[in-house]
Each structure stands twice: as structure tokens, then as C-alpha cells.
T-cell receptor
Framework: DTAVSQTPKYLVTQMGNDKSIKCEQN?????MYWYKQDSKKFLKIMFS???????INETVPNRFSPKSPDKAHLNLHINSLELGDSAVYFC??????????????FGPGTRLTVL | EDQVTQSPEALRLQEGESSSLNCSYT??????LFWYRQDPGKGPEFLFT???AGEEKEKERLKATLTKKESFLHITAPKPEDSATYLC?????????FGQGTRLTINP
């Protein structure tokens, strides 16, 4: 019973292609996130959605477009892939109670390699 | 500018050799400090949340403490299975800002 799942786990593609990564959580959380972890293992937030509404967009190129069809799913679509997009992408979710942001639960990651 | 810095970048210990990892931060409006463990090829796994200076939390061989400027993750009598990268993150408004992590290796 996986809490936060992502597909695919590995994605190898050519520059210029368009690809999507899917994320699902079965924890009943209202808030979901996308993070990028670069080759130096630095983890940086990209987007956050709360109840299907975008609440954080951290100066990410508009080639990246998140989509939340419902509060259990947050997908990431990337257009015109570039070499610099190669990284591990993590999805996460958390319960939020008023102003208190509780711990985030992370998925297993998707390793994207752009050739 | 909000910043989170972890030290050391890497740490090698012998089994049973206790030590501490440091996370220093300069943020305004801290809403919480989080410690995560990350094993190779996996997502970060939550360890602790600390909300106010003076707070301490413990779990098995790990103990996290918080002051107004930094947090420590103390590891007592570590075992090889404690080897991992330990990430510190601070909650600022609606987002987590992570440090670069400390890669801990415990030799048997």
C-alpha cells in the first residue's frame, strides 16, 4: 500500500521531446508538491497545489506545466526537454491544518535523463 | 535571503562512534524545521519536526535539537544501517527550503 507513487521510475528521452510524469497519493492529503533534485543532491521545490489549486510556482520555466485533476493526483508535463532538465523529480504530499504545515511524504522519484 | 546550510558535507564514522550533524539557518518567519533521511535511489523519509527553540525529539539512536539559529541531529552509537544522506529543511510560508544534506557513512 504505497503512500505516494510516481510513474515512471526512469525516463530517458531526446532533447526537444515532450514527456509527462504522474503522481498519486492515497493518504488523503490536501497538498501536493513537485521537487527537483539535481546532480549535487540539492532538493528544490518547483510547484505546490492545495485542493487542485496552484499555490506555489517557484520561477520554473513555463515548459513545465503541472496539472492536478483531483486532490490525489498531481502530474508534471514537460515540453521541449533540454539537457539541463536531467535530474530526479520527486512528488510529495502533506496534510495542512490552518497555518501548520506538517511533514511531507515523498514518492520514490523519477530519474529523467535527456540525451 | 532565506538560507539553510548543513555541515559537514560528508561524515565517516566507525560503528558506535557518536557524532552530530549541523543545520544552520537564516530565515524570517520560521514555521518549523524538518529532518529527513534519504537512502540512495529513494525519496526522503521524514524523521522529525521541531517548531520552537529548545525543543528536542528522539527516535532510536537519533536526537534532534533546535535553537534560534541552528539544529543538531545527534547520532548515538550508530550502526551501519544508519548510513544515508540526512537532509534538513525549514518551513517558510507554504514551502520547504532544503539544505544540501550531510552524507553519513558508518563503517562496521
Amino acid at each position: 500500500d504505497t503512500a505516494v507513487s510516481q510513474t515512471p521510475k526512469y525516463l530517458v528521452t531526446q532533447m526537444g521531446n515532450d514527456k509527462s510524469i504522474k503522481c498519486e497519493q492515497n493518504l488523503g492529503h490536501d497538498t501536493m508538491y513537485w521537487y527537483k533534485q539535481d546532480s549535487k543532491k540539492f532538493l528544490k521545490i518547483m510547484f505546490s497545489y492545495n485542493n487542485k489549486e496552484l499555490i506555489i510556482n517557484e520561477t520554473v520555466p513555463n515548459r513545465f506545466s503541472p496539472k492536478s485533476p483531483d486532490k490525489a493526483h498531481l502530474n508534471l508535463h514537460i515540453n521541449s526537454l533540454e539537457l539541463g532538465d536531467s535530474a530526479v523529480y520527486f512528488c510529495a504530499s502533506s496534510p495542512v491544518s490552518g497555518d501548520v504545515y506538517n511533514e511531507q511524504f515523498f514518492g520514490p522519484g523519477t530519474r529523467l535523463t535527456v540525451l | 535571503e532565506d538560507q539553510v546550510t548543513q555541515s559537514p558535507e560528508a561524515l565517516r564514522l566507525q560503528e558506535g562512534e557518536s557524532s552530530s550533524l549541523n543545520c544552520s539557518y537564516t530565515v524570517s518567519g520560521l514555521r518549523g524545521l524538518f529532518w529527513y533521511r534519504q537512502d540512495p535511489g529513494k525519496g526522503p523519509e521524514f524523521l522529525f519536526t521541531l517548531y520552537s527553540a529548545g525543543e528536542e525529539k528522539e527516535k532510536e539512536r537519533l536526537k534532534a535539537t533546535l535553537t534560534k539559529k541552528e539544529s543538531f541531529l545527534h547520532i548515538t552509537a550508530p550502526k551501519p544501517e544508519d548510513s544515508a544522506t540526512y537532509l534538513c529543511a525549514v518551513q517558510i510560508a507554504q514551502k520547504l527550503v532544503f539544505g544540501q544534506g550531510t552524507r553519513l557513512t558508518i563503517n562496521p
